[in-house]
């Protein structure tokens, strides 16, 4: 049996940058906030309110980037990088709730419409969209190789289609006098937030219930290893993410002779890494005649 594995160091790049993205989110969360309370806008107030969603949510990612550095112990022989696919899970969760809240409100403002000061709304507005690229644009690069800042980002970027839509309502409130905008903006921030928060959960769930690595074929992978010199065959062949980059795989592989075990041990694990990408991995050699190769045959039907 071989056990190839490629220890990963965790950068501290992910921790620096939700540090910062959670500093500028904090700092605006609150200009909002005062903002949308002083001009009576509830785009603002509920871009705010998303932006304190936010906090809590760079909060746990952060928490998370943290717990995922620890080495693995007796307890957790992965390590505790599954506890950014949780936080990534949350996260996706708080963002549908967040809109259950904004929806009624609007519902009841698209009714009873409010007076709003447009042009202090338009400003307060640009300014939380600067700051939500900002947290974006330091956010971004991690994010692609990182699930948990993927959600962090996912969070920034419909803060951003918050403050944008916030704008547009200042403008046609300020221009056409329809103070319905305010109102339908904020439901259609709510569209943004149901789209970005399902892509998330989805991805985090998939993580969660062990499936195959989105860009990784499990049939592929059957094929290039029956395909090495020696193997007759092969099963049980599983293959899951520890998390969003973290690629694991374990199989059995059949060989016509003992002495293609070594061989095909190191031919596997040498495929695997440099074709598939996945560097860690479990395989175990069996010899044909190896009892643990009947299991994939199927039972002959009992004599009646």
Not at 50 to 77: Q, S, V, Y
Not at 86 to 107: D, K, P, Q, S
Not at 184 to 193: F, M, P, Y
């Given at each position: 049996m071989s056990h190839d594995h490629d220890h990963h160091h965790h950068?501290?790049?992910?921790?620096?940058?939700?540090?910062w993205a959670l500093a500028i989110t904090a700092v605006f969360f609150v200009v909002e906030l005062i903002g949308g309370w002083w001009t009576g806008s509830l785009a603002l107030i509920s871009d705010a309110l998303h932006m304190g969603f936010d906090l809590t949510a760079l909060g746990l990612g952060l928490f998370a980037a943290r717990m995922g550095r620890k080495p693995a112990d007796p307890k957790r022989t992965f390590g505790y990088q599954r506890v950014e696919v949780l936080a990534a899970l949350i996260n996706g969760v708080t963002l549908i709730l967040i809109t259950g809240v904004i929806l009624r409100e609007a519902y009841g403002r698209y009714f009873s419409?409010?007076?709003?000061?447009?042009?202090e709304m338009i400003v307060i507005a640009v300014i939380g969209?600067?700051?939500?690229?900002?947290?974006?644009?330091?956010?971004?690069r991690s994010s692609r190789s990182n699930i948990n800042l993927r959600g962090a980002f996912l969070?920034?970027?419909s803060d951003a289609l918050g403050s944008l839509g916030a704008?547009?309502?200042g403008v046609l409130v300020l221009e056409t006098s329809w103070r319905q905008a305010d109102a339908v903006v904020s439901a259609l921030i709510c569209v943004g937030i149901v789209v970005t928060s399902y892509w998330l959960v989805r991805d985090s769930v998939h993580i969660l219930l062990?499936?195959?690595p989105a860009h990784l074929e499990l049939e592929q992978i059957r094929a290039a290893l029956a395909a090495l010199p020696g193997v007759r065959s092969v099963h049980d062949l599983h293959l899951w993410s520890v998390t969003r980059g973290t690629e694991s795989m374990s199989g059995h592989l059949v060989v016509t002779t003992a002495e293609h075990t070594a061989p095909t041990l190191r031919a596997g694990a040498k495929l695997l890494k440099e074709k598939f990408g996945i560097t860690h991995v479990t395989l175990q050699v069996e010899t044909s005649g190896h009892p643990e190769c009947e299991d994939t045959i199927p039972p002959p039907d009992e004599p009646e």
């Amino acid at each position: 049996m071989s056990h190839d594995h490629d220890h990963h160091h965790h950068h501290h790049s992910p921790v620096l940058a939700l540090s910062w993205a959670l500093a500028i989110t904090a700092v605006f969360f609150v200009v909002e906030l005062i903002g949308g309370w002083w001009t009576g806008s509830l785009a603002l107030i509920s871009d705010a309110l998303h932006m304190g969603f936010d906090l809590t949510a760079l909060g746990l990612g952060l928490f998370a980037a943290r717990m995922g550095r620890k080495p693995a112990d007796p307890k957790r022989t992965f390590g505790y990088q599954r506890v950014e696919v949780l936080a990534a899970l949350i996260n996706g969760v708080t963002l549908i709730l967040i809109t259950g809240v904004i929806l009624r409100e609007a519902y009841g403002r698209y009714f009873s419409p409010h007076d709003i000061k447009a042009k202090e709304m338009i400003v307060i507005a640009v300014i939380g969209l600067l700051s939500n690229l900002a947290a974006g644009a330091v956010l971004y690069r991690s994010s692609r190789s990182n699930i948990n800042l993927r959600g962090a980002f996912l969070h920034v970027l419909s803060d951003a289609l918050g403050s944008l839509g916030a704008v547009v309502a200042g403008v046609l409130v300020l221009e056409t006098s329809w103070r319905q905008a305010d109102a339908v903006v904020s439901a259609l921030i709510c569209v943004g937030i149901v789209v970005t928060s399902y892509w998330l959960v989805r991805d985090s769930v998939h993580i969660l219930l062990e499936g195959t690595p989105a860009h990784l074929e499990l049939e592929q992978i059957r094929a290039a290893l029956a395909a090495l010199p020696g193997v007759r065959s092969v099963h049980d062949l599983h293959l899951w993410s520890v998390t969003r980059g973290t690629e694991s795989m374990s199989g059995h592989l059949v060989v016509t002779t003992a002495e293609h075990t070594a061989p095909t041990l190191r031919a596997g694990a040498k495929l695997l890494k440099e074709k598939f990408g996945i560097t860690h991995v479990t395989l175990q050699v069996e010899t044909s005649g190896h009892p643990e190769c009947e299991d994939t045959i199927p039972p002959p039907d009992e004599p009646e």
